[in-house]
């Protein structure tokens, strides 16, 4: 079962820059959203449901220390990107 990815206009705009800085993790931010088409459960994005502020959203990891903020809609198959950046930054 594939899902499908929605960039929200503000996701875009901050992914730009985000990339722009970091251009280095460009393949690993590639191979994230590949997995998350495939199969968000996938154990390497460490997709967990965050709480406080962000409840009702989840996340993903890039890498170590870069994270993908979404909201995870499996009703739908439907994944909205709502931010990137490091941990500090999207929590």
């Known amino acids: 079962m594939n899902y499908r990815l929605i960039y ?3 996701y875009v ?3 730009k820059k985000f990339l722009k800085k970091h251009p280095h993790i460009m ?3 590639l191979k ?3 997995l998350l088409e495939l ?6 994005l460490r997709l967990h449901k965050l709480q406080g502020r962000l409840k009702g959203l989840s996340s993903v990891s890039i890498n170590m220390s870069y994270r993908i903020v979404l909201e995870l809609i ?3 198959n439907d994944i909205i ?3 990137i950046g490091n941990h ?3 929590y």
Request: glycine share 4%; aromatic share 4%; charged share 25%.
């Open 13 to 15: 705009r901050r992914a």
């Open 74 to 76: 499996i009703q739908d």
């Open 81 to 83: 990107l709502v931010d």
């Open 8 to 10: 929200t206009d503000s």
């Open 39 to 44: 199969n968000p459960q996938h154990p390497s």
């Open 32 to 34: 994230v959203l590949e």
């Open 27 to 29: 393949g690993q931010y």
């Open 88 to 90: 500090d930054h999207v």
